[in-house]
């Protein structure tokens, strides 16, 4: 630590204890505000369990008050279709505990699957389903006919959370959503076009800037959900600005292969010197693009243009010249270029109709990396926990054994969805197990020794604040989140207050040891392999690119870029501190632009007649691609013989349109053996080591 930083540091704080800012001091207040708000409607509606509103708060608060809004709706949704199926459940297994468990687990599996599919909210409103049941149904196990009052109750409880912390996020917001994502856009937009033209400029330490922008676009997601759940103006624009995200990200993703492309040149070389003037070109405009009013400005629409015009001229010249090695390796580069040229293009049109409110159905929908074998492992691990669990507690007659499946179940679908399943239920655990000292500790030596809201409001308001603080550090936003429901679940907050020493502990037992089985569930039942969850995605973008190598098209190009940068950004997630992420990284993106050059040819090649033998050498060449995982240097091979034949028919063309995209093609297949030779290890699937795996 230096000097400077000890000396900001106020001198009673212990270097141990965090410094939050005021944003997470204004979260926790506002949190804790709405949360004793909750608490005292719902006492004053004299509904059964008033402190399951004060969870509620805890669990759908968020600075943003659309996220609020959001998690509000979807937990609502979940919770009406658990009571739903709890209804269902008490009325035809009642009087049978084993099927009624049976049907439990396969309600929960499906769930857990369908959950591990979506994103967002949806994904918390699907477990959700499943594990309300755990909450309401059985408890009514021993009396059936309760189930309707438990039912009503919960949704009461739930509803009155919902609002009162909508209520109160809306009220203290210092700024809604979309006033937060426009400057974010801009700063996205800038930060994007600087990394692209410090890359055309091959400005060393390229992969540490690329990653700070690429979190910083990452980051746009929550915003954008937030404000499209405040204003129908901006939900209306949201696939839109999520298009103009992605067009972003791919632009990382060229000037990554452009940069590539231009290290390996020599500096005085024919090609290099037919490039530069483009390259230039791009680059200074790159570098004018500080914003969204000098992007949407006349004058970069008139350089979009010149640059445009200088890359079809320069495209033109090189078709027109002699059939060498080296025009293959400036129409390359020059098709990079306008690559990017042409992504400027449609992100300044994007940006401009968002400005002016013209987005519509034209636009089409980002798409996203679905795991289904994930999803399945997901649910069945949940289905066969629930099983086992529930077995025991009939087998046993353990009174609190519903307890114990109220912890086991949530953890079990909740966090068998995220990238490393066992170290976040451990940190759930912990903070169950703290929530359970201090709920005995506040219960039993505070609360009991006052009386009425107000001291109850005090005396719970150093927990809560203090856990809503944690909670906005991501090192312990699990433990912390865990602290504050079941904090509260132990407190067993009503009016009146009934204290009971033997019942606090069972429960407090009951829930950690549901919660530490469910650690040993992680841990038995198909443990989290990080390093064939990197493979498998990896895999996955392979089997993509070989599917255009089969001709199987996928329904737009913007589809097919999309699934395959969204598995990019899981990669760099799941490596974030692997020595080796950069390579796979950049393994990837060579495997989105290997995708689009077969794309490009596909057009290219469609209704133009070929000679025998390179039709023969290009069907060599798809075949080949096919299998590049099992046999990349004959992938390699193929790609450049077919390269040379169609180099070869093109010096032999007279029409010069078909000379043009003969030679396209054979720029493209160039290109695609040049990426293939430098990313041969992403190919052939020995990328990652396990070493290198974090």
């Not at 640059?307 to 390359?332: C, F, Y």
């Not at 289904?372 to 066969?384: E, K, Y």
């Not at 969204?566 to 390579?583: F, H, K, M």
Request: hydrophobic share 50%.
């Amino acid at each position: 630590m230096t000097h400077t930083t000890a000396a900001l540091r106020p001198s009673w704080r212990p270097s141990w204890l965090p410094h939050f800012p005021a944003k997470a001091w204004y979260h926790a207040l506002g949190t804790y505000a709405a949360a004793m708000l909750a608490f005292y409607v719902a006492c004053a509606l004299e509904l059964d369990s008033p402190g399951s509103a004060v969870v509620t708060v805890l669990i759908v608060s968020s600075p943003l008050p659309g996220m609020v809004l959001s998690k509000g709706l979807w937990r609502f949704i979940g919770t009406l279709v658990g009571l739903a199926i709890s209804v269902a459940l008490i009325a035809r297994f009642a009087q049978s505990p084993f099927a009624f468990i049976l049907a439990l687990a396969i309600w929960l599996g499906i769930c857990t699957y369908t959950s591990s599919l979506l994103r967002h909210f949806r994904a918390y409103a699907a477990v959700l389903a499943g594990y309300t049941i755990s909450l309401v149904a059985l408890p009514a196990l021993d009396d059936p006919d309760q189930i309707f009052y438990l039912a009503t109750g919960r949704i009461a409880v739930v509803t009155v959370g919902i609002v009162c912390t909508a209520l109160v996020k809306s009220l203290l917001a210092l700024q809604v959503g979309q006033l937060r994502l426009q400057p974010a856009l801009e700063g996205a937009l800038s930060a994007t076009a600087d990394l692209a033209a410090r890359a055309l400029d091959l400005e060393p330490g390229l992969p540490e800037r690329r990653r700070a922008v690429a979190e910083r676009l990452a980051a746009l997601d929550p915003l954008i959900v937030a404000a499209a759940n405040e204003s129908a103006q901006t939900a209306q624009q949201a696939p839109a600005v999520r298009l103009f995200v992605s067009i972003l990200v791919n632009l990382l993703t060229l000037a990554t292969s452009v940069r590539e492309a231009l290290a390996a040149l020599r500096f005085e070389s024919p090609v290099a010197a037919a490039i530069t003037p483009l390259r230039d070109m791009v680059r200074d405009l790159l570098r004018t693009q500080c914003g969204t009013a000098a992007f949407l400005s006349p004058t970069t629409g008139e350089a979009l243009a010149a640059a445009r015009q200088a890359g079809q001229a320069l495209t033109a010249e090189l078709t027109a010249a002699p059939a060498t090695v080296e025009t293959l390796d400036a129409l390359a580069l020059a098709i990079r270029l306008e690559d990017v040229v042409d992504q400027l293009t449609l992100a300044r049109d994007l940006l401009d109709d968002i400005e002016h409110d013209r987005t519509g159905r034209k636009v089409t929908p980002v798409s996203y990396h679905r795991d289904r074998q994930a999803a399945v492992i997901n649910g069945l691990r949940a289905a066969i926990a629930t099983l086992i669990a529930g077995s025991f507690w009939i087998a046993t007659a353990w009174s609190s054994g519903t307890q114990m499946l109220a912890a086991l179940l949530p953890v079990c679908a909740l966090l068998g969805t995220t990238d490393a399943p066992e170290q976040a239920s451990i940190a759930f655990t912990r903070g169950i197990a703290l929530g359970a000292v201090c709920a005995f500790v506040c219960e039993f030596y505070l609360l009991a020794s006052v009386d009425g809201f107000p001291l109850l409001v005090v005396m719970v308001a150093p927990f809560l604040v203090t856990a809503c603080l944690y909670s906005t550090l991501p090192k312990h936003a699990g433990s912390s989140t865990a602290f504050l429901i079941f904090f509260t679940t132990f407190l067993s907050l009503r009016n009146p207050m009934q204290y009971d020493v033997a019942q606090a502990l069972n429960t407090d037992v009951a829930f950690v040891l549901g919660s530490a089985c469910g650690v040993l569930v992680f841990r038995t039942l198909w443990p989290a392999n990080q390093a064939r969850s990197v493979r498998r995605l990896m895999a996955q973008m392979r089997d993509d690119v070989g599917d255009l190598a089969r001709r199987r098209m996928p329904a737009s190009p913007t589809v097919w870029e999309t699934t395959m940068l969204d598995r990019l950004s899981r990669l760099g997630t799941r490596l974030a501190t692997s020595p080796e992420r950069a390579a796979v990284i950049e393994g990837g993106m060579a495997a989105i632009h290997i995708g689009r050059d077969m794309m490009r040819a596909h057009h290219w090649l469609g209704g133009l007649a070929l000679p025998p033998d390179p039709a023969r050498r290009v069907e060599a060449a798809w075949a080949a691609l096919c299998r590049v995982e099992a046999a990349p240097d004959a992938a390699i091979e193929t790609m450049r013989i077919a390269a040379a034949r169609l180099l070869a028919a093109a010096g032999e063309l007279e029409p010069p349109a078909e000379r043009g995209r003969l030679l396209r093609v054979a720029a493209d297949f160039h290109d695609i053996a040049l990426l293939l030779t430098r990313h041969r290890r992403f190919f052939e699937g020995t990328l990652p080591t396990r070493a290198a795996m974090p």
